[in-house]
């Protein structure tokens, strides 16, 4: 995962560090988060600059609520199996888990692997007053509640698909604003392709596994996802489905760069700091590299905006990761205090502050000393905002995610090389269904 702890500047003014989390946390109220003080509890993160911030944090975590926390973080690779062992055993060796949801929500609910946390959040004497769920986004919520209703995980982090545009090449061209819809983004797109120049309308994703988050946005546009609600059959094939690949495909044919095929978001990021392509369609946590004047021309350049309607909807994509407490832990009560502590509106302020990620708590980006101490100018928090409200999953519930991601991907890739849209859809679809028949028997 990309480091982001640049994309806004510290601030002395109004902005809070870690050890100024005990103040702030406890001042508000009376709330005792002295009682589980002497225990001991172990948390396990995956690598990523949100566990950079709360290792940071763990003295004032400590000083709060006299808890000893040990804390490990593991890159991805290797944290998602290892968990996946311990939580099998029953007896996993950490009290508190970070969690990919949009990768493994199927599977830790299935096996019920993680702690109810609803009745943790409606006791008055173990949650903190302030702590406010509502402030959470209606898509966090959605990935941390099972179809059981219980609370599974608390989100930390949801990464959001924006468009990003080049305000130079869009003033040269007559725009004057990002645009509205698809079709316009098209229009606008083809307007400003000019290959003798080495400019280009639009640069995205196309390189297999990579391919399927830029299509699934695309596809919320229709207002469909790729798998059914209960995530038994693939809807991949569907006339949405198609009608949805045959734009991605004209889009990447006719408005993208040369050999765009094999690109993923580092290469899409290069075209567009370079000032090479004048709009981008990516998640957010890219933003700050296109405002380091040491990886990019266009610093001055750059805009931000939602991603425009779709023909059926107006979405996009999001991906969202939790912290939770194993049904297996040792000292659930004590690990609560941390997950609550952790995924607090402080918190929370804390890993934008530090550009550490794009917290799902609203609070986070109207606090009025971040934005006014901001590198990012104001359409980055509007667009951030306007976003979450917009968002869907951009991957399908289902456990074997990696290989539906590999195997629709083989598709995409294909139809951007110019393959027939409806017959590589059909394909892939039929490919992969078998694997998610045999996921859901078990």
Not at 48 to 56: C, W
Request: aromatic share 10%; charged share 20%; proline share 6%.
């Amino acid at each position: 995962m990309i480091r982001r702890r640049q994309l806004l500047k510290a601030s002395a003014a109004g902005v809070l560090a870690a050890p100024a989390l005990v103040e702030s946390v406890g001042a508000a109220t009376a709330f005792d988060w002295k009682q589980f003080k002497g225990q001991k509890i172990e948390v396990n993160y995956q690598l990523s600059p949100r566990a950079d911030v709360a290792r940071a944090s763990l003295k004032a975590f400590e000083e709060l609520t006299g808890i000893r926390p040990g804390f490990e973080s593991v890159p991805e690779q290797q944290q998602r199996p290892k968990a996946a062992l311990e939580m099998s055993s029953g007896k996993p060796s950490f009290d508190v888990l970070n969690v990919a949801m949009h990768v493994q929500k199927k599977q830790v609910e299935a096996a019920g692997w993680m702690e109810d946390l609803g009745p943790y959040i409606k006791d008055a004497s173990l949650t903190n007053p302030d702590f406010d769920l509502a402030d959470f986004s209606k898509p966090a919520m959605e990935v941390a509640t099972a179809s059981n209703g219980k609370i599974t995980a608390l989100a930390l982090n949801q990464d959001l698909f924006i468009l990003f545009y080049n305000k130079e090449l869009f003033a040269q061209a007559g725009f004057t604003a990002p645009p509205r819809t698809y079709d316009e983004l098209y229009t606008m797109a083809k307007k400003m392709t000019d290959p003798a120049k080495g400019v280009f309308g639009f640069v995205g994703r196309g390189l297999k596994n990579a391919n399927v988050v830029l299509y699934d946005t695309i596809l919320l546009g229709w207002d469909q996802e790729t798998v059914t609600a209960d995530g038994k059959k693939l809807l991949t094939d569907t006339p949405k489905a198609i009608e949805a690949g045959l734009y991605y495909q004209k889009l990447m044919r006719d408005c993208g760069p040369p050999g765009s095929v094999g690109f993923n978001w580092n290469e899409a990021q290069t075209t567009f700091m370079q000032g090479r392509a004048a709009m981008w369609l990516d998640g957010i946590g890219f933003s700050a590299p296109l405002l380091d004047p040491a990886k990019s021309r266009i610093t001055d350049k750059v805009g931000f905006a939602s991603v425009p309607r779709g023909p059926h909807a107006h979405n996009t994509a999001t991906f969202i990761d939790g912290i939770g407490i194993p049904a297996g832990a040792k000292n659930k009560k004590a690990a609560w205090y941390f997950v609550q502590f952790v995924a607090g509106k402080d918190s929370m302020k804390e890993i934008l502050r530090s550009g550490s990620g794009t917290p799902p708590r609203a609070s986070a980006y109207n606090d009025p000393a971040i934005q006014q101490n901001a590198k990012f100018p104001k359409e980055w928090f509007d667009t951030t905002l306007a976003s979450l409200k917009l968002a869907r999953s951009g991957l399908p519930v289902i456990v074997p995610v990696t290989e539906f991601r590999d195997t629709i991907g083989v598709g995409l890739t294909n139809i951007v090389g110019g393959a027939d849209v409806a017959t590589e859809l059909k394909k892939a679809t039929e490919a992969f269904q078998p694997a998610l028949d045999k996921s859901n028997a078990g």
